[in-house]
């Protein structure tokens, strides 16, 4: 009977590791179709177990435990990716060629951070101003001004660059 009472040690982990961590990353990876974000899962998973240090009946009880948390994980994953639509990088790329907003997304990055980091979370990252103002740590009154002061600061630089 695997009982645990206190934190687990890195020889606990290392073990678990070995023992479920392909298991889980398979798990992930079918649920997220993305390596990347299995691995993060995965990693978290362990994390948790670090952190949480529960006591477990049996192995069995033990890897029904890390898969539980590992599929709850992805599940809030694909449900975070799902409400926060962002845009790929390549495809901010190929925005940045777009003939009528050729040089729209080098004005982006030339704005002060607090006007471009904003904007990138509002309107890229599909954040509403209460969960910017969050991430951020200001009032959505501020996000709002940023994100206005932002517009016309890409405006201004924009019709100087057409002129």
């Not at 695997?2 to 392909?22: A, F, H, K, W």
């Not at 190929?94 to 002060?112: A, T, V």
Request: net charge positive; with cysteine.
């Amino acid at each position: 009977m695997l009982q645990q009472s206190v934190r687990p040690t890195e020889t606990d982990l290392e073990r678990m590791v070995d023992i479920y961590g392909n298991m889980l990353f398979r798990i992930c990876f079918v649920i997220l179709c993305n390596q990347y974000d299995a691995e993060d899962a995965v990693q978290d998973t362990f994390i948790k177990y670090l952190t949480k240090s529960p006591t477990f009946r049996d192995v069995e009880h033990e890897k029904a435990w890390l898969i539980t948390v590992a599929t709850n994980h992805c599940k809030n994953k694909r449900r975070f990716n799902f409400m926060h639509k962002h845009l790929n990088i390549s495809d901010l790329q190929l925005f940045s060629k777009n003939e009528e907003n050729y040089g729209l997304l080098d004005l982006l990055m030339k704005l002060p951070d607090k006007h471009k980091i904003v904007l990138l979370l509002y309107y890229v990252e599909g954040y509403r101003i209460e969960e910017v103002a969050t991430i951020l740590s200001i009032t959505p009154s501020a996000v709002k001004k940023r994100l206005q002061r932002g517009r016309e600061l890409i405006r201004e630089r924009y019709r100087k660059e057409k002129e």
